[in-house]
């Protein structure tokens, strides 16, 4: 064990020479990682100007409704249109 992860060779050596592999370079690609980064980043962008869309399109502001008047139908159906917002979204960057 070398700070907490197990090192070990890889079973197929590459052009006869054996690789040098971790367990935790096996199950996490640096390439997946930095696309699910981005993409995260971007949804939540994207969700973010939708929202801002949404806030301007209804009257008044959703922020003063919400937590000063306590308008809980209002608090609902902004929660709903933020959670359709993120199902088209990832529908979108997953395929």
Do not use: D, Q, W
Request: one cysteine or more; glycine letters at 6%; charged letters at 15%.
């Amino acid at each position: 064990m070398y700070r907490g992860v197990a090192l070990r060779f890889c079973p197929s050596p590459k052009n006869g020479v054996p690789l040098r592999c971790t367990l935790l370079m096996e199950y996490l690609n640096l390439k997946a990682l930095t696309a699910s980064v981005v993409y995260s980043v971007l949804g939540i962008v994207i969700l973010m100007i939708s929202f801002y869309v949404f806030n301007k399109l209804t009257p008044g502001t959703l922020r003063r409704e919400i937590l000063e008047e306590h308008n809980t139908a209002l608090a609902i159906i902004a929660a709903a249109f933020m959670l359709a917002v993120a199902l088209i979204i990832s529908a979108a960057i997953h395929g």
